[in-house]
């Protein structure tokens, strides 16, 4: 081997062992984050009710609102939103229902109304 190929074995050697260190380096960093992060979780089993209640809220923007349109179990109480749906015809306000509020798909309402799913399409658009 002459002086330049031990040159450059040298070098590849030397940045093989500096690539192997930062990833030594980066799994340590990852690893000590880890068990930070672990430190701070707290399984929903062990909490209190209060605690669980304070991770979310209920939105109760319209509830003071009179008008309100009643389609199965759900009512809606925003003014404009029922004055929108009364606008429409009693068939495509059920599919609109169904669709948005009943998250059912065209193929299920179609089923349920015996029309086709274009037509439930046409409706809904």
């Known amino acids: 081997m002459d002086r330049q190929e031990r040159n450059e074995?040298?070098?590849?050697?030397?940045?093989?062992?500096?690539?192997?260190q930062v990833i030594r380096n980066e799994a340590a960093n990852a690893h000590k984050e880890l068990n930070r992060l672990s430190q701070k979780e707290v399984l929903f089993s062990d909490m209190s009710?209060?605690?669980e209640k304070s991770l979310f809220t209920l939105d109760e923007y319209f509830k003071d609102l009179d008008n309100e349109i009643s389609i199965g179990k759900v009512s809606i109480s925003e003014k404009l939103l029922s004055e929108a749906l009364l606008s429409l015809s009693e068939?495509?306000?059920?599919?609109?229902?169904?669709?948005?509020?009943?998250?059912?798909?065209?193929?299920?309402?179609?089923?349920?109304?015996?029309l086709s799913r274009s037509a439930i399409q046409y409706k809904k658009n």
């Open 91 to 114: 068939d495509k306000r059920e599919i609109i229902f169904m669709y948005y509020f009943s998250e059912l798909k065209d193929i299920d309402i179609a089923g349920l109304l015996n």
């Open 49 to 51: 009710n209060a605690d």
């Open 9 to 20: 074995f040298e070098i590849r050697c030397a940045f093989n062992g500096y690539c192997k």
